[in-house]
């Protein structure tokens, strides 16, 4: 699975950046495109098959996967998921609402242990990289939540990339505990 290399959180505005060199090698070797072209477009028609189960949504070169949100008592809940963005430029996710919350923002992970969460205006992925949300990264945070969430309910969020427009992504409720999707493994490329 790929990695975040690197997430810089600046002061102001407060952003996030995502990298990912092994990505953007894979991405930008043209020569292994042009060689793999007929297996690239039967990957991609596998990926459209793959959209019915709920894990992948797609919005131009952007793929959103494996949206998941943990399992709630309280009024708050944490969404979580993997932005991999095929495209050359550089995608800005500068929003999110959610019918079910009172808000929705994008936050980054405190520092400290026990500290607040940093409230960010955006995450930009670089073309070519794929970015982890992670407890430990950056997320979105649903504030006012319609009631608490239950492992194994789903629910939708709609997501704003700036230039591009808006994706609606399915979101699954795991375990409270979870550290990643269940079908974190299960693969769509």
């Given at each position: 699975m790929r990695h975040l290399l690197a997430v810089a959180l600046l002061l102001s505005p407060v952003v996030a950046f995502a990298q990912d060199d092994q990505h953007e090698e894979e991405h930008h070797d043209h020569e292994h495109e042009e060689a793999h072209a007929a297996d690239d477009a039967h990957d991609h028609q596998e990926d459209h098959a793959h959209d019915d189960d709920g894990h992948v949504s797609e919005l131009g070169d952007l793929r959103v996967l494996h949206a998941w949100s943990r399992a709630t008592s309280g009024p708050d809940a944490l969404?979580?998921?993997?932005?991999?963005?095929?495209?050359?430029?550089?995608?800005?996710?500068?929003?999110?609402?959610?019918?079910?919350?009172?808000?929705?923002?994008?936050?980054?992970?405190?520092?400290?242990?026990g500290g607040d969460p940093l409230p960010l205006e955006m995450l930009e992925v670089a073309g070519g990289t794929m970015f982890d949300m992670r407890?430990?990264?950056?997320?979105?945070?649903?504030?006012?939540?319609?009631?608490?969430?239950?492992?194994?309910?789903?629910?939708e969020v709609e997501l704003e990339f700036e230039e591009l427009g808006h994706l609606h992504v399915n979101v699954d409720v795991e375990a409270e505990n979870a550290q990643q999707h269940s079908h974190a493994g299960h693969m769509h490329e």
């Amino acid at each position: 699975m790929r990695h975040l290399l690197a997430v810089a959180l600046l002061l102001s505005p407060v952003v996030a950046f995502a990298q990912d060199d092994q990505h953007e090698e894979e991405h930008h070797d043209h020569e292994h495109e042009e060689a793999h072209a007929a297996d690239d477009a039967h990957d991609h028609q596998e990926d459209h098959a793959h959209d019915d189960d709920g894990h992948v949504s797609e919005l131009g070169d952007l793929r959103v996967l494996h949206a998941w949100s943990r399992a709630t008592s309280g009024p708050d809940a944490l969404v979580f998921m993997s932005i991999d963005n095929d495209g050359e430029q550089i995608a800005v996710l500068s929003g999110a609402e959610a019918e079910m919350a009172d808000s929705a923002s994008l936050v980054g992970a405190p520092i400290n242990a026990g500290g607040d969460p940093l409230p960010l205006e955006m995450l930009e992925v670089a073309g070519g990289t794929m970015f982890d949300m992670r407890p430990d990264t950056v997320y979105i945070l649903l504030e006012g939540i319609d009631g608490p969430f239950a492992e194994g309910d789903a629910f939708e969020v709609e997501l704003e990339f700036e230039e591009l427009g808006h994706l609606h992504v399915n979101v699954d409720v795991e375990a409270e505990n979870a550290q990643q999707h269940s079908h974190a493994g299960h693969m769509h490329e």
